[in-house]
């Protein structure tokens, strides 16, 4: 059974930095892609950063030179290291990893969330 499991969220001052990490448990074949999503309060669950299985990244423009999405293909991690975070950051993130067999088969699992706060 395949799990995501999110780290790394908290409170922290505007300005500061916090790094996420989501751990893939479980067998997941034919990756496409990884990425970050975000929830905040009322609001829909928008992409932040994407990584595709060749390294090909992809930012939300609200966050392009702050945050930077890597991986660790051997231990089954994404990464979002976030700098420079502001207020309207904070949100809960969620990690998604996007499987499409060669038949074009697609699956999305998701991770339950780390919640990220940034205060003023």
């Known amino acids: 059974q395949v799990q995501l499991v999110e780290s790394g969220g908290g409170l922290v001052q505007a300005g500061g930095s916090l790094r996420l990490s989501c751990l893939a448990s479980?067998?997941?074949?034919?990756?496409?892609?990884m990425g970050w999503y975000r929830q905040a309060p009322g609001k829909q669950r928008d992409l932040v950063a994407i990584?595709?299985?060749?390294?090909?990244?992809n930012y939300a423009d609200s966050v392009k030179g702050r945050f930077t999405i890597s991986k660790d293909n051997a231990k089954n991690t994404v990464y979002l290291q976030m700098n420079s975070l502001k207020p309207e950051d904070t949100a809960v993130y969620y990690c998604?990893?996007?499987?499409?067999?060669?038949?074009?088969?697609?699956?999305?699992?998701w991770g339950q969330g780390t919640q990220v706060t940034v205060s003023s």
């Open positions: 479980g067998i997941i074949s034919s990756i496409n892609a």
């Open positions: 990584i595709t299985s060749l390294g090909g990244t």
């Open positions: 998604k990893i996007t499987s499409i067999t060669a038949m074009g088969f697609r699956t999305d699992y």
